[in-house]
């Protein structure tokens, strides 16, 4: 794997060959549920306001996620505010080595703090992202369901047995970072490239004639509905009424239009000298991860 990682490997993205853990832990939170390419511009521009985890802290939370806009997740940028102002105010502006201690911070849960440690400060322990259950999954044919916990606890364990033993300093780094390229450019979800795969000897799930039966995860996540009526009130200069909203929720923090259940309460709370103002416009459909707004 660490071999295949620095032939094969991805090399040019922006967070990677350092061993800032500010940056690291930038992008991991902004990767989470986020493709890569949308979060390269998001990425450069917190660096360039936010250059140092000591400036991120000192910043006000609306500018923060003024930043974030348009990323989504809005609880990550909250929570990395957070996080920033707890290294700085009970750490000394020096983030905690070990992956356990990263896992105090706000935001920061088993697999962040993993990356974090390997990569910054090579402590030998597994990621287990979304790429790296996926590839070890397959590797291994491991048939429990990742959506239970026992399971997941004997693959991270088995995660953790693989790692690397020797010259921690190089192959911890490397081997992390084959693993995560090794799902997100070979062994993906829909069309793993097999015979690109430098593990396809060894993999059970290929032997078995189908890697993509892995790994295995019945819980889906049950989608909802949610029907809002927003009010567009705006002035002859141009001027928009917002209102922040109230957290947590849904764009907790954020300024948004002003939000009712239903057409009628909108009409409730309005003056009546506005009420015969109001145009209709088409509802549109906003989709959420889990969730369908109209």
């Known amino acids: ?37 949308t979060v390269l511009d998001y990425y450069r521009r917190f660096l360039l306001r936010f250059p140092a985890v000591t400036d991120l802290a000192a910043a006000p939370l609306d500018e923060v996620l003024g930043l974030w806009s348009g990323l989504g997740y809005y609880s990550r940028a909250r929570n990395l505010h957070r996080c920033a102002q707890d290294i700085v105010q009970l750490h000394g502006g020096q983030f905690p080595q070990t992956a356990e201690l990263l896992q105090t911070l706000p935001g920061i849960g088993p697999s962040t703090a993993a990356a974090i440690a390997a990569f910054c400060f090579t402590e030998r322990v597994a990621i287990f992202d979304g790429n790296v259950k996926r590839v070890l999954a397959r590797v291994t044919a491991f048939s429990g369901d990742l959506a239970s916990s026992a399971p997941a606890r004997e693959l ?65 996540l049950k989608r909802s509905a949610m029907a809002l009526t927003l009010l567009w009130a705006q002035t002859p200069d141009g001027a928009v009424w917002l209102e922040r909203r109230a957290a947590p929720g849904i764009w907790g923090g954020l300024y948004c239009f002003p939000v009712f259940d239903n057409e009628e309460t909108l009409l409730a709370a309005l003056p009546a000298k506005w009420q015969n103002r109001l145009i209709a416009v088409k509802p549109f459909v906003h989709v959420l991860t889990h969730k369908d707004m109209r």
């Not at 930038?26 to 493709?35: A, D, F, G, P, V």
């Not at 995560?180 to 290929?206: H, I, Y």
């Open 1 to 37: 794997m660490v071999r295949w990682q620095k032939s094969h490997g991805r090399h040019s993205l922006p967070w990677q060959n350092t061993r800032d853990p500010y940056r690291v832990w930038l992008s991991e939170i902004m990767l989470q549920q986020t493709q890569v390419v």
């Open 156 to 220: 991270q364990a088995i995660a953790t047995a693989l790692l690397p033993r020797r010259q921690l300093d190089t192959a911890m780094p490397s081997y992390t970072q084959g693993l995560m390229d090794l799902g997100a450019t070979v062994c993906t979800t829909r069309q793993p490239a097999c015979l690109l795969c430098p593990v396809q000897t060894l993999c059970r799930g290929l032997a078995k004639g189908e890697p993509q039966a892995y790994p295995v995860k019945t819980r889906k």
